[in-house]
T-cell receptor, first 113, second 110 residues
Framework: EAQVTQNPRYLITVTGKKLTVTCSQNMNHEYMSWYRQDPGLGLRQIYY???????DKGDVPEGYKVSRKEKRNFPLILESPSPNQTSLYFCASSSSGNEETQYFGPGTRLLVL | LAKTTQPISMDSYEGQEVNITCSHN???????ITWYQQFPSQGPRFIIQGYKTKVTNEVASLFIPADRKSSTLSLPRVSLSDTAVYYC???????????FGAGTTVTVRA
């Protein structure tokens, strides 16, 4: 089944403790991206990747890192999480670019204490 | 990056038609318009995409006037299960960023 998977689905952590949220797609998609969703603010893009080893900042990249060493994986790294990064995170992928249909993962709900 | 503006919320009743208009005044010549639907605690999913005039599929219709500065998503005969957030998206052809905005929360009542 074609899908985007994220792990973990739920995470509670404390300020400053590094964490990684994994994202994987099995559709051989080139474009992948991360979003955070907060009440009243909709979906905001954090980082995106056009292909392996090619990443760039979205609208809200501060406090986040990403890497794209393999085509299928696009992990989101929070080196020193803070409470304002408490949010619902979505990973998405598309075949070739941002104009193509975006396929979203199920989401990761993060709480930073 | 074409900025989109859409209503924050809309209410409707079962069986009615719901029309959501999105404004995108600075849309570029090669940009497409895409609409997504998001249920609570799920990721958004594609509904429909268009470039001009009218596009229809089994879920919705998309109307785009000649100047392409706006578009209207039409949901025919909504049911309770159509309660969701709907996003209008204009993906720029000269940039890889995507901005979904806040979307329109549609609430369908019995």
């Amino acid at each position: 089944e074609a899908q985007v998977t994220q792990n973990p689905r739920y995470l509670i952590t404390v300020t400053g403790k590094k964490l990684t949220v994994t994202c994987s797609q099995n559709m051989n998609h080139e474009y992948m991206s991360w979003y955070r969703q907060d009440p009243g603010l909709g979906l905001r893009q954090i980082y995106y990747s056009m292909n392996v080893e090619v990443t760039d900042k979205g609208d809200v990249p501060e406090g986040y890192k990403v890497s794209r060493k393999e085509k299928r994986n696009f992990p989101l790294i929070l080196e020193s999480p803070s409470p304002n990064q408490t949010s619902l995170y979505f990973c998405a992928s598309s075949s070739s670019g941002n104009e193509e249909t975006q396929y979203f993962g199920p989401g990761t709900r993060l709480l930073v204490l | 990056l074409a900025k989109t503006t859409q209503p924050i919320s809309m209410d409707s009743y079962e069986g009615q038609e719901v029309n959501i208009t999105c404004s995108h005044n600075n849309i570029a010549t090669n940009d497409y318009i895409t609409w997504y639907q998001q249920f609570p605690s799920q990721g958004p999913r594609f509904i429909i995409q268009g470039y001009k005039t009218k596009v229809t599929n089994e879920v919705a219709s998309l109307f785009i006037p000649a100047d392409r500065k706006s578009s209207t998503l039409s949901l025919p005969r909504v049911s309770l299960s159509d309660t969701a957030v709907y996003y209008c998206l204009v993906a720029p052809s000269n940039d890889y960023k995507l901005s979904f905005g806040a979307g329109t929360t549609v609430t369908v009542r019995a």
